[in-house]
């Protein structure tokens, strides 16, 4: 850094001449990579008039909003290639894992990085089986929620819940470096609370699930596997010897392992965001799910169904189509911010959704959705900006078919996703050079230092963005609240037993 411009033609390094000040840089580049710090060394006085927030002395700052090209860890988990439609855990092809492996198996891959034995994988589901229990109590903390609570916020709350009962994984109690430490305690703490989240993933899921439903819990089964248990803590209402669909078993666990991780989307980012306080491990799932369930990330399942539904049939596509390309409306389950041509667990999920529609039937959303498919990818909007479908454009029609309310669809994104967020967060604490905390830079653009107004000699800003409304609590506004609630309730349109549909 900082010395002038003699690397020769083909190094690995990036010269830089700044132009304020008439110095040169030297960069290396690691990996296809420069690191940002190396911008801070690059400094300069600060021009006449300019801002001192800018802090021009102190270095050259990166800015990068939404993070669009900003590698912020070294990774072994996933890689995409985003330009080729190819995805891989741990180098093995979507397709092929898809095709022969299994969610817990490829959950083993994903955090422990190889392929298990079978006395390996013996002892890795036997863990997470046994740990799917939950404690008793826990039933109050559901019942605790309103009957209309949309499922995501009652995963997301139960997540951080969990957490409560296990203080010898709380670093804020055991002491900070728990994770850190990389010893055989440490690991073997580790693994428990690996255990215990991918376990009792499924649990929390089925009773926020079953409250809902007005079930009473159950105690997961045992013989089952990691799906078929979760589809019992589901349907099971009594019956004697109750198994579950194995074809629509088999699919879960299909859409399960293609959930299991996706890189550095925003839910894992915000694992491992939350992770870099040290803070316990399920209160960093919690925050996770917390932004999956967003519309552009993890809610989008359940996004494209409401959509399909507002769009009604067939001939009503082209309308929305224009609606989209006039920005009034967006068309959830295509684009994706690193596939720039068709998300390759799409295919799998197309095809996945043929074998479960030969179960349960066709759903009748389904013509609707492969004509704006069709559309979508003939029209010059979406070609010019390489729009395609992701993987949640097929998932929720799966989904409905398989009697699922719309709102659980984000439920059945983050069970499995549970596993991509372990493996990132034990890559994470087990790293070479420890842990370093996540704090951004931003850049100040508001008021510069000014003087405190006492009140009477105050002039009042106003502006939609600048004054608080009134919330009357009496008033037109909370009426439409409460008119709100009751459309959500009316929107449970789905009901199951014993993993079939039995009404709609
Ligand atoms: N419908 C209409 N226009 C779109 C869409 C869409 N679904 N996605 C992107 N665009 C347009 C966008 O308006 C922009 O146009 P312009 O350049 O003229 O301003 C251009 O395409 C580039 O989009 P972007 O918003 O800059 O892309 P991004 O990488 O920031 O966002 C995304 C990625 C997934 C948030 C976005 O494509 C989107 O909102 N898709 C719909 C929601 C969705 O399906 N999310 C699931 C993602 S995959 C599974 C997961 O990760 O959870």
């Not at 559901?142 to 995963?155: G, Q, V």
């Not at 004697?240 to 392992?257: I, M, R």
Request: aromatic fraction near 10%; charge should be positive; glycine fraction near 8%.
């Amino acid at each position: 850094m900082g010395k002038p411009l003699d690397a020769p033609l083909g190094s690995n390094s990036l010269s830089v001449r700044d132009n304020r000040t008439g110095k040169s840089y030297s960069i290396p580049i690691v990996d296809n990579s420069i690191s940002a710090t190396d911008f801070k060394a690059m400094s300069a006085p600060r021009a006449p008039g300019e801002r001192e927030e800018n802090e021009t002395e102190k270095g050259l700052r990166v800015s990068d909003k939404g993070f669009l090209n900003t590698a912020v860890l070294r990774s072994e988990i996933t890689f995409i290639d985003g330009d080729a439609g190819v995805l891989r855990y741990r180098g093995y092809p979507i397709e092929q894992l898809a095709l022969e492996s299994s969610h817990l198996e490829t959950a083993y891959l994903l955090i422990y990085g190889s392929l298990p034995t079978k006395s390996q994988f013996q002892v890795f589901q036997d863990e997470i089986m046994h740990h799917s229990v939950i404690h008793a109590d826990a039933e109050q903390f559901f019942r605790s929620f309103r009957y209309d609570a949309h499922p995501m916020a009652i995963l997301t709350s139960a997540l951080a819940y969990l957490g409560s009962y296990y203080s010898q994984a709380n670093p804020s109690l055991q002491g900070q470096n728990l994770f850190t430490k990389g010893d055989k305690a440490s690991l073997a703490v580790m693994d428990k609370q690996i255990y215990r989240l991918i376990g009792k993933a499924t649990t929390l899921a089925a009773m926020a699930y079953r409250v809902r439903q007005g079930r009473e819990f159950v105690t997961p089964p045992t013989g089952l596997s990691y799906t078929g248990s979760f589809l019992y803590q589901m349907d099971y209402l009594g019956q004697e010897n109750y198994v579950p669909n194995p074809v629509l078993e088999k699919a879960l666990d299909v859409l399960f392992l293609l959930h299991a991780d996706h890189e550095l989307n925003a839910s894992a980012t915000t694992v491992l965001q939350t992770s870099s306080s040290l803070v316990d491990p399920f209160s960093a799932i919690a925050a996770g799910c917390a932004s999956l369930y967003g519309p552009l990330h993890g809610g989008a399942n359940e996004a494209v169904i409401r959509m399909l539904i507002s769009i009604g049939k067939p001939e009503n596509v082209p309308a929305f189509i224009e609606a989209v390309k006039k920005r009034e409306k967006v068309l959830s389950g295509f684009g994706h911010r690193v596939y720039k041509t068709s998300d390759p667990r799409s295919f799998i999920v197309r095809k996945t959704a043929d074998e479960v529609f030969k179960i349960t039937g066709k759903d009748e959303l389904l013509e609707t959705a492969m004509a704006l498919h069709d559309a979508a990818m003939k029209d010059e909007y979406f070609i010019k900006r390489k729009l395609a479908p992701n993987v949640d454009f097929w998932s929720g029609l799966i989904y409905r078919a398989m009697g699922f309310p719309n709102d659980f669809f984000p439920v059945l994104f983050a069970v499995p996703r549970v596993v991509g967020w372990l493996a990132h967060w034990r890559q994470m604490m087990l790293q070479t050079g420890g842990v370093k905390i996540w704090r951004p830079r931003q850049i100040y653009v508001g008021e510069t230092k000014r003087d405190y107004v006492p009140v009477d000699e105050r002039i009042a800003v106003v502006g939609p963005k600048k004054t608080p409304r009134r919330w009357n609590t009496l008033g037109f506004q909370s009426g439409r609240i409460l008119r709100r609630s009751r459309a959500s309730t009316q929107s449970c349109e789905f009901r199951r037993v014993a993993g079939a549909i039995v009404s709609r």
